[in-house]
């Protein structure tokens, strides 16, 4: 397939260049007219706008399922009435469900690869791969009576790692570690997962400083923030990154650039659950990479990654009094570079040799007009919807409102069946 | 035209009910299947919620043509260096071409009235009535060495009440008398525009307390917020709604209350240009109603009043650490009742004899799914591309994707040009 003469991001702007794929790779980026084989597919590149594919760094994927689920309740009673009780009855086929159907919505928005952590997640993986689409997944693991061992999150993270060695599967899914969070964790517990990832070799994905109660609650329990608690119990000896670092202190932002920690900034659920608002220029100042994600359906209401970084964008200007906080570049980092990073893939730019992990965003619509400065239209105009191809690995996922993997219309008729059901169980 | 069995608000939820639109009005809304004479169209109500238009109740309608420009300049050069030196050069024709550009984005996402400040009001107003939106315009009126009445301000609004006089225009357009603001007006023009207000029995629509500079700027100058200064000059005697409001005293709300006065938040605005957070909470306790607006997509880079919808709800809950903050309620009286006041039109539920603005999302949508709670849904989840039809006082202006009364294609070429043209001049 070529992009022919389609516009790409260049620094702060965007120039216009053919862009071949072949062999699910980018063969070549090239400022002039490039002659193809006879039978490659030509794509119109005119009003259109090419990047590479969105990385949702952060999220709870079956939890599509539980979207609006206790809305209107508070923090305590959300979680207790609605979501534990709920989560408790979903079955294996509820998780592929809940799965596909928030791959429909990323997929559609323009997300090519997403960072996870839940539970069943061999069948998270078995769609995410039906799918065509790229995860890096886990399962959150925390303090049990069971030895470390005999925990379902080990057992289902080795169950993970075997199925991942069969038919290149490791090319669309990476095994993560993952510990839930410092409160549901102890120290036997965190230094064991050190000690897992270690040994397979994998990165650590966790929740962080999320509320100001748990950041606090680790003061109190440990002396320490939850971070350096993380460090003291030898955790970031690992690659890790962490979800939310909404109330980090300046020493825990000394040691995530020591220790090479990515945080995930997760700032619709932050703002939907009433946790806060993070301080990304001090990250900045620290010269902290930082990635964006979505969190679960059930907090932030959807898994729109556009609008996750439009909010990201939005609120530091707005409660900085700054309108130059993230600028487009910035954003851009933190869009594509930090995304491809966290995860430990090739990406992120258009370049020849990259995977064709790549999106397609339509310039042609009324809202994106005037268009000379796209990438300020992407952060700040654009909707989910005006992605209009989404590619990954050089197979189109979606085209102009139909998905070329996935079979929607039976995806949102079980999904309501399946909510339906689950409540019916509870 | 019959909705048949369609979901529609009810309190903090939905019902479903079929409504008869006939002569431009609600004729009917009813539990029971609704008979209708042979050739009424019946729109099927599965996966469908209906709602009151939505109203964006401060905008700048031509600005649609600067969107994006200057980005990422601060505010002082983006005024004088991108903003000023465009809006000189625009034309009576560019206004039409930009207003034109701007309706296409709003009747897309479901707005059917707007409540605008700008210039070339007959202009803008006439391409309104050829769209079949309703409108509320008015010229922001300032200082000047002229004479009041020989203002361009003044003369423009005489000129539209001339205008509205014909044909039952009147039914579309309101006009509004428009005071820029305080930091562009001395006393006298303040006293004018209230007298001239009063004389033809006008709304005031002005900018208030934007910015904190804005703010303690006129402390300094009259001794006064800027609220108790248009109070002392006697502005607030007519009914006035005030745009922004970021950096109110509590005197002010209490003012506002007494008065009347509605404050008009815009929140994506006011976050991307850094001008602040309003004080929502506040203005709640004090029992204050408050509507919603975009403000023009040079400031905001969009006209999404759903977005817009969004960012307000988001924005108080993480800002108080408060999930709680604007609930469904809230938001439902803030996007709908609230914005029909402010703009003096009958509208703003699903009633018998309230004019048919209306608009219909789509909750058959992956990111929409599961349905159980469709007003949570609609400010959290929904994205503006999830309207699939908008009708003004009956008649449908948009369904899925089609525009009826205006020539998408050929404006947006238009448009493009017209930005070219005018970049070109400068």
Known sequence: ??????????????????????????????????????????????????????????????????????????????????????????????????????????????????????????????????????????????????????????????????????????????????????????????????????????????HLSETRFEHEQSLERHGMTPLAWFEHCGLLHNKTQVAHAVHISADDIALMQTRNVVPVHCPGSNLKLGSGIADIPAWQAAGLPFAVGTDGAASNNNLNQLEELHLASMIQKGYRFDPLQLDVEALMSAAFENGYRVQGRAGGQILPDLPADLFVLDLDRPHLIPADDPLALLFHSAQASDVCLTMAAGKILYENGEFKTLDAERIKAESAQAVKSLLARI
Chains 1, 2 share one sequence.
């Open 1 to 206: 397939m070529l992009f022919r003469q389609i516009r790409i991001p260049e620094g702060r702007g965007t120039t216009v260049a053919d862009v071949l794929i072949q062999n699910g790779s980018i063969a070549a980026v090239s400022s002039e007219r490039l002659d193809v084989p006879a039978g490659t597919r030509i794509y119109d590149g005119q009003d259109k706008l090419l990047l590479p594919g969105l990385v949702n760094a952060h999220c709870h994927i079956p939890m599509t399922l539980l979207r609006s689920r206790g809305h209107g309740l508070n923090l305590q009673r959300w979680l207790t009435e609605a979501i534990f009780p709920f989560e408790a009855k979903m079955t294996a086929n509820d998780m592929r469900i809940g799965t596909k159907l928030g791959l429909l919505e990323m997929i559609a928005g323009g997300v090519t690869s997403f960072s996870d952590m839940y539970m069943y997640i061999v069948d998270i993986a078995d769609e995410c791969l039906n799918a065509g689409i790229r995860a890096n997944l886990c399962y959150g693991i925390g303090s049990g009576d069971e030895p470390f061992e005999n925990r379902r999150g080990v057992q289902e993270t080795l169950a993970l790692l075997d199925w991942v060695q069969k038919d290149n599967r490791a090319d669309y899914i990476t095994v993560d570690a993952g510990l839930h969070a410092e409160y549901t964790s102890d120290e036997e517990t965190v230094r064991a997962v050190a000690a897992f990832a270690a040994e397979h070799n994998l990165s650590v994905h966790t």
